[in-house]
């Protein structure tokens, strides 16, 4: 079935430095890309999507690019900040189910 | 604030049990979704339900039910219950499914001792 892997984490960084999570994907046709963000004690909001190769999705600052190419849906910042701090999923839709990547924490130190 | 309601946020019980986590979806959405979030699985979709009806089912046990009421909320039901049962579980909803935008509840944690 489809799957989704995304680079190991946690992720410290300091603040205003630039963010870049790597994510992969297999599928067997072309479903939409999500990128969904997990602040503490919090449920799931999506951060940004592209539905087909090349779309760009972005969102407060947050960049990806649909790279049907290399099956990536990488995940960009160029100046992260202390709020940024969360798990970071990257997912994407197969026959109306969410399939997620295991999760990158991210901390920013100011 | 995502518009997804779930009750209740936590839960504790004790193996064996029988639990009920209830969903209410975003005003006007038909579509709802159950996912599970445990440390060693990460997180898994279990099942969808459209206007009531089951629409798809992903990696949910015997012991797992769910079902949508005519109000659009949705309850899952977790019987016979292990300690790996012990998990977030999400509930999301989308306006009708394919290719559209899935808003996640905060989530009911939950504990078996």
């Known amino acids: 079935g489809d799957s989704v892997t995304q680079m190991e984490g946690p992720v410290t960084l300091s603040e205003e430095a630039f963010l870049t999570i790597n994510c992969t994907y297999t599928a067997t046709g072309y479903p939409s890309l999500f990128w969904y963000v997990q602040y503490p004690g919090e449920g799931l909001q999506l951060l940004l999507k592209a539905t087909k190769a090349d779309d760009k999705g972005s969102n407060k600052g947050f960049e990806a690019t649909y790279r049907k190419e290399t099956t990536s849906f990488h995940l960009e910042k160029g100046s992260v900040q202390v709020s940024d701090s969360a798990v970071y999923f990257c997912?994407?839709?197969?026959?109306?189910?969410?399939?997620f990547g295991q999760g990158t924490r991210l901390t920013i130190n100011p | 604030d995502s518009g997804v309601t779930q009750t209740p946020k936590h839960l504790i019980t004790a193996t064996g049990q029988r639990v009920t986590l209830r969903c209410s979806p975003r005003?006007?959405?038909?579509?709802v979704y159950w996912y599970q979030q445990s440390l060693d699985q990460g997180l898994q979709f279990l099942i969808q339900?459209?206007?009531?009806?089951?629409?798809a089912k992903g990696n949910i046990l015997e012991r797992f039910s769910a079902q949508q009421f005519p109000d659009l909320h949705s309850e899952l039901n977790l019987s016979s219950l292990e300690l790996g049962d012990s998990a977030l579980y999400f509930c999301?909803?989308?306006?009708?499914?394919?290719?559209?935008?899935?808003?996640f509840g905060p989530g009911t944690r939950l504990l078996v001792l």
């Open positions: 339900y459209y206007n009531g009806e089951e629409r």
């Open positions: 005003s006007g959405d038909l579509s």
């Open positions: 999301a909803s989308s306006v009708a499914g394919l290719q559209e935008t899935q808003y």
């Open positions: 997912a994407l839709e197969d026959s109306q189910k969410l399939v």
